[in-house]
Each structure stands twice: as structure tokens, then as C-alpha cells.
């Protein structure tokens, strides 16, 4: 649209119901300018969904306002308190390096906060800069677009934005901010924080409005039924991360949402070679935040999060504690439900049969001995082509395949149905960590985009199994041993 000048503007659609909330919510954060931003990636297909002008969100206005330079008509500019449990100990924190700019109404009248990442010094910074390096904002692109891909609920990128700054490091990094889209940024820690800081009227408050915004159809008052609904969509997320073999990283209750959406993309990875006790993140030594322990880390931040609403769910606390229990103790056959339901489309199987769950393990515990990959294995099964797998002539993979096809020739639906089912459900390919490094080291070091934009061409279609996606299914070789992805930069 123009305005009076007949200058092109952006057509924000904000209605930034946060800020209504109590101000210990949040701090109001004036604009941290940068020197010269300048855009590096656009996803034009967001920002259409979102209801926005690609076109002028790539005009000089619009740069200014990703780069965090100017707040936009009818935007907030306010940084959220939350704390949380990191690496499981409490602390204090906050966007100590992020501005909420606005909630924007889409034409289908949905609701995403778009918060700008790495845009400066917030009350809740801690010390830190506040500033973002470009690696890092391009990899959560790439990882984000692709659990977008998957079909995994996930926060988005709209922009990535160089800032024309240096960031100081382990060494000197051009800066950047990523404009971060998400159905909010409510977390476990929000509700952590209110409850240590707040009082009770505040902690109703946050429940209420989280509910109202995440869960309408639940009856007003119905606490123990909005934290019944945050455990099911945990179960169903972290069981589809298992099921691509997603390892999270900093599973800190802070990097959990009340959406149900996968956030903060620092220390992430996929795992490649299936070992169950996979770990990539620099600062987890002890493995907390294994591949193998992502279920029950889930159930561990459950947990806090209900400490958090027990006031809400019975004036009397052992009354509480008991009605929390009772709801977190159905949380693992929650996980384990829907990861089996997971591992029965990845296999082919159309119905339930009680050793379902024995068949799947069994493939898995192959592929553990055999040191085989893990999306590989899956592809070269969906394709009938066992070659692909490296299990050929391997006895015990041998034993399985003859206890799958077994189960395969019970089920009525012939081989091209099992086929399809399984082509939607295992991808063809992933972000191969070796893949991602290739295109950020193009971009950062040498300024050559191409590679990161083939990259997440194909990895938004990851069920496609089209013959550009080829090269990208290729296990990477001895330079995947000891790969670590670090958090904080």
C-alpha cells in the first residue's frame, strides 16, 4: 500500500497483546542501531503467508526495521522475562539479545510474534553484547526451513539480515540479526519466572492468556487441562524429532514452548551413523541432552513447568501435587504411543499388532551394530533398494528383514500402498551437518549464497526423493567424527 506521499510502505497488521499483560512481563527496549545492514536471505514464501510485501521488505524501509534500525508502524519493541532450568539449574534470564517488534494478524487471521534475534543489549543481557554472528542466523534458517519441511511444529525465519558490524568471538565474525517467526514465545520459563517472581493473580494471568492464545477450546479455569495439553503436543515433538533423528542440544526449559514448537537452533544437529547416546553441543559433557535422553528430559521439564502451575491447579498444595502427578505420570506411554505410531508409518505397517514395538526396536538395535545411518537406512528401505542401507549380508539384519516382511504380508495393502506410506514418512534427505558447514563456511568466509539456497531448495520437499536431492543423501565420511555445534553465538 502507499501512504499520503505516495511512498510504499508495509502493511503490518499488529495487535501486540503481550504488552496488555502485566509490565513484570516484559521490558520496553528502544532500537539498538547498526552501521550499514544490508538483506542477505529473504523467505519470501513466509513472508507471503504472513500477509507481508516481500518486495518492500527488501526496500531501504524495510531493511531498517529487520535490522532492528526503526520499530514499525504500530510495532512494540519489548524484550520478555522468562528463567528457567539450564542444564538443570534454575537462573534468571530473559531476551538478553532479542526485540519483539509486534504481533502480526495474517490474512487467515492467525497470530505470530516476530521478534528480531541478535539485535542488541536488553536489561536481560547479562553482560552479553546482544549481538549475533552470521553463521549461526544463516544455520537456524536452514535447520528451521527444514523442520518446516519435515512437517515438525517449529518456530521460523523470515530474514537474515547483515549488520555491517563485527562481533567478537573465539574470533572476529561479521554480525547479523534473524528475524524469528513464532506462534509465541511463551515457555516453560515464562511460567518459571512468574511463579518465583510474581503472585498469583500474575501467574492466572499468563495461564489465562497462554490458553486463550494456544488452547481457546478449553474451558476458562481448566489449568490442569491446559498443562495436560502442553504434555501431549511435547510428546508428539519430541517423538517426531526422534524420528529424523533431531538432536536438540540445550533442551533447558527455556527452549521449551507452550505452542508445542521446536526453538533456538544453537547447539542442534542430525545425527548420521544411529548411536543412541549421539551428543553434539560443546557444553553438554555429561550428555544430558543425548539423543537417547530427549524423552525424558521432556518429562523432566514437564515437571517444572507443573511445579509452576500447582498453585492454579488446587488451593491446597498436596491436592496439586497429587493432580500433577497423576497427569505427568501418563506422559512417557504419551511418547511412547506416538513414537511407535511413527516407527509403524517409517515401516510400512498400516495396523497394530502387539510386536510392532519389538520389530521397530530390533531394526534399530541392527543399526547399531552395524554402525549403520540412521536416514539412510529408512530411505533404502522406502526404496526397496537394501544396498542403500549397508545391511546387505549382514545376519541379523538378515533375521530382521525376514520378521519385517513377514509382518508386510498380513497387512492387506500391496507393496505400492506400503511404498507411499512410507516415502511420506521417511525423508530422503536431511541437513547433513557436513552439508550445512559447507554453506555457512560459502557464505560467511567467501560471501557465496548459492549453496546455502540449493540447500534449503531441496530440504523444504524432503519427501520428494527427486534426483537433485541425490548428492545431498550422501553420508558424510571420517570429517563427521567429533562434530560439535556450540550455543550462545
Known sequence: MTNNNNEVVIDWNFDNSYEKLPSLFFSK??????????????????AEKLGLNANVLKSEEGIQ???????????????????????????????????????????????????????????????GDGRAALGPMLREYIISEAMHGFGIPTTRSLAVVSTGEKIIRERVLPGAILTRVASSHLRFGTFEYVANWGDMEKL???????????????????????????MKRHATLIAKWQLVGFIHGVMNTDNMTISGETIDYGPCAFMDTYNPDTVFSSIDAQGRYAYKNQPRIGGWNLARFAESLLPLFHKEQKQAVELAQEELYKFEELFKNQWLTGMRAK????REEEADGALAEGLLNVMLQEKADFTNTFRGLTLGNLEETGLVGKPSFEEWDKLWQARLSRQGEGEQE?????????????PRNHRVETALEAAVEHGNYRVMENLVKVLRNPFAYSLEQGDYCVAPGVEALGYRTYCGT
Open 65 to 127: 526495521i529487520l535490522a532492528g534500525n526503526a520499530l514499525p508502524n504500530k510495532g512494540s519493541g519489548i524484550a520478555q522475562a522468562y528463567a528457567g532450568h539450564q542444564f538443570g539449574n534454575f537462573t534468571m534470564l530473559g531476551d538478553g539479545r532479542a526485540l519483539m517488534i509486534g504481533e502480526q494478524i495474517t490474512p487467515r487471521g492467525e497470530r505470530f510474534d516476530l521478534q528480531l534475534k541478535g539485535s542488541g543489549r536488553t536489561p536481560y543481557s547479562r553482560g
Open 418 to 430: 506400503v511404498r507411499e506410506l512410507m516415502r511420506k514418512n521417511n525423508p530422503a534427505i536431511i
Open 29 to 46: 527496549v528502544e532500537p539498538n542501531e547498526v552501521e550499514s545492514p544490508s538483506l542477505v536471505v529473504l523467505n519470501e514464501d513466509l
Open 347 to 350: 515401516l510400512g505397517l498400516f
Open 204 to 230: 492466572r494471568a499468563l495461564a489465562d492468556y497462554a490458553m486463550e492464545r494456544h488452547y481457546p477450546t478449553l474451558d476458562r479455569g481448566d489449568y490442569l487441562g491446559f498443562f495436560r495439553s502442553v
